[in-house]
T-cell receptor, first 113, second 112 residues
Framework: DGGITQSPKYLFRKEGQNVTLSCEQN?????MYWYRQDPGQGLRLIYY???????QKGDIAEGYSVSREKKESFPLTVTSAQKNPTAFYLC????????????FGDGTRLSIL | QQPVQSPQAVILREGEDAVINCSSS?????VHWYRQKHGEAPVFLMI?????EQKGHEKISASFNEKKQQSSLYLTASQLSYSGTYFC?????????????FGKGTKLSVIP
């Protein structure tokens, strides 16, 4: 079955550490996205990529980094510069073009120890 | 700019109807609607493209008024399975960018 796989489901980080969240899709979508979700805030865009080896900052990119070396993979690194990383992180993918629905993974919940 | 959803929360009894609104201050190409159950991934419901088209299936439908930059989601004869948080995502006509900006969500609770 086609879909998006995020791992791990739960992640704990010590202060000062970088952690990487995995996102893999087998839908052959060109575009991939990372969102952060906090209670009562909706989904806020961190980074997005419409093609391999290219990505753009979203609304809250500070303290995060990404890479897009393969079409299927879009890992997100939460760096130590992100002062409040505790949140639910969602990865999504879609075809490029107007009006394309986004398909979401099951999310990774990141907490600070 | 984040679209504004209203109401923030609503409680319904099974069989009742509800309307969720999504408003933007900027011109839009499209409005997307998603439903998310607690701790799960958002699930796509439908897309409204500019043109005032009303779409839907079964008892969930939506409309898009591009002049007002507003979309409404209609849930009729609600079922327990409709419970969750509903998000609208708006797509703006910026060249080469297909990103969505999501509202803060409307929490819908359906009780027996």
């Amino acid at each position: 079955d086609g879909g998006i796989t995020q791992s791990p489901k739960y992640l704990f980080r010590k202060e000062g550490q970088n952690v990487t969240l995995s996102c893999e899709q087998n839908l052959n979508h060109d575009a991939m996205y990372w969102y952060r979700q906090d209670p009562g805030q909706g989904l806020r865009l961190i980074y997005y990529s419409q093609i391999v080896n290219d990505f753009q900052k979203g609304d809250i990119a500070e303290g995060y980094s990404v890479s897009r070396e393969k079409k299927e993979s879009f890992p997100l690194t939460v760096t130590s510069a992100q002062k409040n990383p505790t949140a639910f992180y969602l990865c999504a993918s879609s075809w490029t073009g107007v009006g394309q629905p986004q398909h979401f993974g099951d999310g990774t919940r990141l907490s600070i120890l | 700019q984040q679209p504004v959803q209203s109401p923030q929360a609503v409680i319904l009894r099974e069989g009742e109807d509800a309307v969720i609104n999504c408003s933007s201050s900027k011109a839009l190409y499209s409005v997307h609607w998603y439903r998310q159950k607690h701790g799960e991934a958002p699930v796509f419901l439908m897309i409204l493209l500019k043109g005032g088209e009303q779409k839907g299936h079964e008892k969930i439908s939506a409309s898009f008024n591009e002049k007002k930059q507003q979309s409404s989601l209609y849930l009729t004869a609600s079922q327990l399975s409709y419970s969750g948080t509903y998000f609208c995502g708006t797509e703006k006509p910026e060249a080469g960018s297909y990103q969505l900006t999501f509202g803060k969500g409307t929490k819908l609770s359906v009780i027996p």
